[in-house]
């Protein structure tokens, strides 16, 4: 599969924007800046970044809790999504979802959902408007380990199958839900094992290389768009980071090693993409570097942005319930 | 005006809407070849595309429908509402919800229609009238029709709007026949229909329990007692200043409700009269629900759980003699 | 594997037991002597019949709207279960539950459930159930093609095959759910291929043979009670009749073919059951047609009984609902 | 008497009763590394065999407590309000209906400990108030306990009840410290908790509502106005009787109530007294309970939406002008 300079440079980029994002996230929310949870992306950019690649703007996603990495992949706003996370006007829901529940609708982002599973049907379903409208967008939704024992994932994957719908299941398998391991909860070896009891391809990817990412979800969308139906993949991946931000009392030694972070560390999505590029010589280090501070910037400038911009007033809070209001009860 | 059965209703209100609107498609189960009536000939007159059966995966396919009105579809989903427990978490977390946590970006234009099985030995599983819970949480306009021409002109208007909604049929009215009229009929969510005027009373009834309130009203009115009796129509939104207005002039309020009574529509109804109109009532609000237990099959017990004409007739006659 | 002449011997009883209910039932129900729905099992005896006779009374079963096989196929009294149908005080539950919720606890029978595949994460609890208080009992759950797409289904066998679950999981195939092909509905070709999405022993067995159904649950009962975990049987089967009681609009031309149901009535199950029997010596003929007529004779009983039982009394209304009281709102 | 936090309740009740009675286990996500606070230390104590991690699949285990709980088990699940919707099919078709539908064959000893997160910037998705939903269906006693010491005998009762129930945890009284009695601590269903007499108003206040009550009555005291707050404590049962006395003895009566304000328990506990307690009522009832939005991520809007004392002041002091 060949792949151009502009996506491999347009991945790079969002992964960095990514890391830069959530380090700064985890800074300002450990000092106090804004409340609730957040859930830390890193170490997983390369899943979404590059899965996003090879959908188009009028392609949907749909996400969940660890909701930063998907829009952000997907092109959105790092402005509005940081805004957003401070509560602000200017965010992406005005203030009113956070962290968990960012959205773009303008460049089909459908929305992150804090319930585990519950952006899977609906994802599905903006699968089978393309169908029943005869359109040719395809939809993908992200959702983790955990997720995919939720029952919505086997009705989803079940009727998108026997409907032959252009959706897209990926499985961002970071080995946790929380504190408990997959191998636990999950009676198979491997979620995309799963794919056959849907008459569905189910690919694992190794989840830390964008480029595989980027070619298996190609591959996907291809079949999704050309009426083949849907495909599970599944993106073998790590969180650095522990499960969320204001979870204090977790800590890391009692479910997973040291060591083992340590090992997951040494495959870094962002150095195992530089070093493609610049082994193949399609971007120098000094390159990389600079989209790496740029990226920087743009997070500085993002949390800026969102310091400056002001809390929803009060008579903010009846609006945007209704399409079409009703008199408050 | 013609004379049509309930599922008649819902049936042309259906194929008017998706002649009208090619976004609109429907979906559930066994819908091809109308299991439950109310969904005869739309396969043949719109095909597979737009007439969908599904998996029985109710919180899947409720979910995909709320997915499908995200991007330009307008769906139609027909169940019962026993089996709208499965797909709890995509009404609640994703229809209900989604406008607003994302700020007003989503627009869900899909309408839930929950056939309520009860009164004829269908039992607990099957007998459900669950409006009160979806009233508690706020995002889903709640429909309620008592009688075909309503019931057409609300899922018109369902149809049409673009929140969710969820249209509760009253499988009691199944055999009801009704006038309903010619051309294009269309009735407004949250006007209450004032059925009948009277001075004595207010009855607000919902659902089955308007024609039972309608044949209280007319014993009553042989014993000289006037009685108004309300209809809300929609609960969700729901017309509180023409129930207000009724009880300023009646002084009296029953509410009736087919729904178990503790945190019901009807205790909802009465709470607001008891905070805004207090100062009309000369007597205590008396509700009339279905009792709080389950549904039993033995039709020697079914029949005390709901509100009936014996159950109204004696309120009134309570709240007359307070 | 050897099955004796007794156990033998009762899978005809049984079998005959359930195809006179069903007749009997389809007769007083059209008649108008009971109403609500009523789903008769006729065709498929066979699964329930088989498989529960390799259970022991301490066993459990649940099972669903389809729902009067399984408690007699468990031994249940006929009486009983009539009087319930009818809704009377000597039916299992007093009248209050009808022809969907039988149920007898005294013999392991934990009840029909009118919602699809609702009973399947129950049964998987008692054999939780077993697991923690080191009991040695096992738990069946039978559920529909149509129900196998629920979640619960899914999230069931997940958590049975992770936990080392007595269980087993017996998905009674009879191709339809009320009208709609398991073909046009399940992705897979048989359902029992899910299997291996849950890491555990997925078994097709020709649902019109008692014996094939019998050995096939008593291998999954042996692992279950051995600790080593779940199975997933799939009786493969076909409804003679219509969906159910009461359904009177689905005509059957509009589904399924007549010859389709032709074909499935050569095969019936009690006709597979007494050839093997009569042609293996086991049983003559003249006694294959007394345990039908001593069937008959039980079902007749059970009529009148369940005729001469009384409704229930008004006051009966609040009891039941509460182990401790409460007073009534 | 010693000093606990609200969690530190929970925890001692856990073990308390899984001490007294080996057939108690307890099952929920992440529970053996305490996620959430209230488990801690029990894997330690009682192994893996009785603190179950489950996948994450509440429909699932919440059914699979049920099965348990059917035969011989006394199960305690552990949840937050919010992952209910995937369960509700098990708690409301199961649960809440089976003891009933077979006819009272089925006992079912089985807890829900659902953990309410609202009021900390946990949006909309982490912040459900849902049992009036749960009071409107049959069959499930509902506790919620508004501080330590209730907690605490509250839990121990509901492990001891042969019914499920669903205790529903304030999450805002995570930081709560109080008293709690030495030794074996009981606290009965349907009593309600007269916290503090008084004679001009009666306040019935429900979970995290009756601190803010409680500081409520404390400053209209402070301006020579006497109130009474009820804490009924269970609402399934609920202990009218006592709010009945109370509201006869002050004449006017505030409900305050945490949930969504539409078909809440405010509103039953409203139309209660204005059906059994209106010829005591001197001034209309008053309901202050959430906005009827969803909970809004951002502090400067979600702080509106709740029961807060100025609110709660306000509402008493409108009905002693009325
Ligand atoms: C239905 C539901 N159950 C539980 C939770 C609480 N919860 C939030 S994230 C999470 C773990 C999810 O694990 P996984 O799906 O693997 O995603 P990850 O966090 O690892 O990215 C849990 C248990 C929830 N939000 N929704
Ligand atoms: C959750 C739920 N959805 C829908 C129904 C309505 N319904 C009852 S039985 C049935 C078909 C079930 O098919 P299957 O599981 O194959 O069992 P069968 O009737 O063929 O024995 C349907 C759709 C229901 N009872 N519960
Ligand atoms: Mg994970
Ligand atoms: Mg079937």
Redesign the interface.
Known sequence: MSINKETLIMILTRMWIIRNFELKVMEVHSAGE????AHPYIGEEAVAVGACAALRDTD?I?GNHRSHGHPLAKGGSVKKAMA?LY??VD???????????L???SIGI??E?????????????????????G?D?V?MVFFGD??S???????????A???NLPVIFLCENNQF????SYE?????DHIS??A?????PGVLVDGQDAIAMYEATVAAVERARSGQGPTLIEGLTYRYEEHSLG?G??RRG??RTTDQIDQWRKRDPINIHEEYLINNNIASREECDSIASDSEKLVDEAVDFARNSP????D?????????P???? | MTQALFGEAINQATIEEMKRDE?V?IMGEDIRRAVYGSTANLLAEFGE??V?D??L?E???????????????RPIVETLTSFMWVAM??LI??AAK????????????VVYRALMMYGGGAAAHHSDRSYPMFMNM??I?IVVPSNPADMKGLLKTAVR???PVIVFEDGTLAGMRGEIPDGEYITP??EANIIREGTDCTIVAIAGAVNHAISAAENLHKEGISVEVLDPRTL???D?ETILNSVEKTGRLVVVDPAHKVCSAASEIASIVAQEGFWSLQAPIQKVASEQVHIPFTPSLEKLVYPDVTKISNAVKNTLED
């Open positions: 804004f409340s609730g949870a949907y749909a957003e509560g602000r965010g992406y829901c005005k203030g009113k979802g956070g962290s968990m529940h959205a773009d609708f459908l929305g959902s804090g319930i585990v599973a519950s952006s899977v049907p609906v994802a599905t379903g903006a699968a089978l408007s393309a169908k029943v409208q359109k967008f939809s955990g997720a024992n939720q029952g919505a994932c086997h009705e989803s994957m079940n009727m199958s026997v409907w839900a929380v504190t408990t636990e909860t999950v009676a198979v094992d799963r056959s009891a849907y008459n569905m979870l009392r977790v009692e479910y809390f929803p007033e009060p903010e809070l009846f609006e945007d319930m209704w399409a079409n009703i008199p408050r009860p | 976004r498609f595309k737009r969908l599904t998996p995966s919180n899947g396919f409720f979910g995909a429908a709320i997915g499908a009105s995200l991007v330009g579809s978490d995509q977390s994703q989604m406008r607003y946590m994302f700020g007003g970006q989503a627009t869900l234009p706020p995002g306009k709007d673009d929140d969510f949250g969700v939104p729901l509180k």
